[in-house]
């Protein structure tokens, strides 16, 4: 199984991955994570301060499609590289729960494509959360995982709230 985190620009907070948590830029810290867990590949459009792949993509559906084609093995976890607070049990929670199917974290406004463990489907979509739903993927309550887990960093008040949160608990960010 592969992880892989998408490194993408946001039009919200531009460089948002490469915000600083602690000294560390926030793509590091989910990549460290992920990364001592199982093997990962950061896809970015530009350059990042962990190991990656240039991301050649249009959007993120292109993506997953094209890395299910890649990854014959069946399964590939996506993981938010702007979610920096997760824990590792929360990773685990979702590969428990989506051995046979693959699973997704699920919010009262529905499923979160990030931190989602993917399996194949030939279902032709626009949206990762349209995919998820029509390929009945394991729903994992987000209540289930750690409190701050599904957090992501989107805009600058986000990135103020994520300072604050890694100076209260810095054991969040490793």
Known sequence: MIAVI????????????ML????????????RKVSDLMDCVVLSKYEVSVPYEKDRSEN????VSRLMEEY?????LIGGGDMPFFLREDIATILRAGQAQGASPTTPVGPEPMFTLYRPCALKVRRLSDYIVGCRYRQVSASSLSPLALFNVNTPEDYLRARA???ERPDLIL
């Open 6 to 17: 998408p490194v993408k620009w946001s039009s919200r907070l531009p460089g948002k991955h």
């Open 20 to 31: 600083p948590l602690r000294g560390r830029p926030i793509v590091e810290i989910v990549y």
């Open 60 to 63: 993120i559906l292109d993506l």
């Open 72 to 76: 014959s093995d069946g399964f590939m």
């Open 165 to 167: 949160i890694s100076s």
